[in-house]
């Protein structure tokens, strides 16, 4: 599975989700571009972004490798704006209002959280409760504490797993892997597919492939 922040729909994607097709990889899309998102400081859900968020549904839905939408990646990440989680989760009904009105496949909608201690439970929950057309179809959660020679206790991941085993939605890492020590050890992977974590977790997307600034890439620098 490959998680893409953005797509500019104006251009064709055919080609590109035949060949993830033909490769049994499954896409896992934002419905957000930079000027329609959600914003934490000043938060909105207008006309303007729910005409955004379908477009891209619109676009990508007939694709049977699609197996999810996001509809906001950290949009709060502490606990001063957690008020814009309100309007994150009114997107997720609104999208999954507007499949089932177009009688499009009914792709899950969720949402994916950062890992801060102050709020990571209650988002958590908050994405998880209510009718169901309105809550999220699953949650991803963007975690990097597992670095280097750790453990399934010394990272927290039991921790985590003990507190999502509570949920009724699907979870899963979103993003993960840290970059220090370099090169990167993914010794986490055993963790995230072995006997403790997979009744409660569905997997995890390693953070990134493409290099950037932040040196989390998969290739280096000159291969881009």
């Known amino acids: 599975m490959v998680h893409v922040y953005a797509v500019d729909v104006a251009k064709s994607h055919a080609d590109c989700m035949q060949q993830l097709q033909d490769a049994d990889i499954y896409l896992l899309l934002d419905l957000a571009n930079p000027s329609t998102s959600i914003n934490r400081d ?83 929950a908050y994405f998880d409760c209510g009718d169901v057309a309105e809550q999220a179809d699953f949650l991803g959660y963007n975690i990097y504490s597992w670095c280097g020679d750790s453990s399934f206790v010394e990272s927290g991941y039991e921790v985590r797993t003990e507190q999502f085993a509570k949920y009724s939605i699907p979870a899963f890492f979103s993003e993960y892997g840290c970059n220090v020590p370099s090169p990167r050890q993914f010794k986490e992977v055993q963790a995230i597919y072995g006997s403790q974590m997979t009744p409660v977790w569905s997997g995890g997307i390693v953070y990134n492939y493409f290099q950037q600034d932040n040196d989390f890439g998969m290739l280096p620098r000159g291969n881009i």
């Open 42 to 124: 000043t938060p909105t859900w207008n006309p303007k972004q729910h005409a955004s968020y379908a477009v891209v549904v619109d676009a990508f839905h007939n694709y049977t490798n699609v197996l999810g939408f996001l509809a906001g990646n950290e949009v709060a990440n502490n606990g001063t704006n957690t008020n814009a989680s309100g309007f994150v989760k009114a997107a997720i009904r609104d999208m999954k209002a507007y499949m089932k009105q177009k009688d499009y496949r009914a792709i899950p909608v969720g949402y994916a959280t950062n890992d801060d201690a102050e709020i990571r439970e209650d988002l958590g």
